[in-house]
């Protein structure tokens, strides 16, 4: 599949809009293959909770990126949970999934800085396992290289109620109208920032998740992956 030079992996990449349905879609692709996944989300929340943390203001870059340089920062495969973040040898879960830090994963992303920090460590994550590299840049910047790309879109309606109840099942207060309308500004940001902006990459496969069943959708990207090693 996928290769970079020195080096040769297995790399599937699944880009997409927020609430879309990528995680797990990544997730159970990973499984179903027997990779690692690469959930690069985790890292920009990492960046979020940090400077969060140290009361650096969002749009700074470059003082989250020095912040970032203080700290060692990993991901790691755990066969039950999947992807986790450790960092300086502490793994987070809870702490990085709250709706703020993940307002300010998607500020700190913006930065040309704070997205060059995490590039080596989410080429490196895992290896040498084969990956199912999930994000907004995977098939764009990050694995340009992979054999295989997907790019998973959903209706706006659709990603907020997943949203929402994702945020309700967590105990978090929600609400639909305020969950659409900050779905609908992540993508605006997310397609408009200068650096790396999310889109599909040019031999992306789109993957509308809207309606479809989530083992279906699986199943057809295992369908598409299988026939893609079959035809090398």
């Known amino acids: 599949m996928g290769q970079r030079e020195g080096m040769s992996r297995q790399v599937v990449t699944v880009d997409g809009l ?28 990492s960046a979020g909770f940090l400077a969060h943390r140290a009361g650096i203001p969002l749009d700074d870059g470059t003082r989250i990126a020095a912040e970032l340089k203080q700290h060692s920062i990993i991901l790691q495969h755990d066969p039950v949970l999947g992807a986790i973040v450790v960092i300086n040898d502490k793994p987070y879960e809870a702490e990085l999934m709250a709706r703020d830090i993940s307002e300010a994963a998607s500020q700190v992303a913006k930065h040309a800085q704070v997205r060059e920090h995490f590039l080596g460590i989410q080429r490196d994550a895992f290896a040498p396992m084969g990956v199912v590299a999930e994000g907004r840049d995977m098939g764009t910047v990050v694995f340009p290289e992979a054999a295989v790309k997907f790019f998973v879109e959903a209706r706006l309606d659709v990603r907020a109620k997943r949203r929402f109840e994702q945020l309700l099942s967590k105990g978090q207060g929600a609400d639909l109208e305020s969950i659409s309308h900050e779905l ?36 057809r990207m295992l369908d598409i992956v299988t026939s893609h090693a079959k035809g090398n």
């Open 18 to 45: 927020g609430a879309s349905g990528k995680s797990a879609l990544a997730r159970h692709l990973a499984e179903r293959l027997g990779y690692a996944h690469l959930n690069s989300g985790l890292l920009y929340r």
């Open 184 to 219: 609908a500004e992540r993508d605006n940001r997310d397609a408009t920032r200068s650096t790396a902006p999310m889109k599909p990459a040019q031999d992306a496969v789109i993957i509308d998740n809207s309606d479809t069943p989530l083992e279906q959708t699986v199943d």
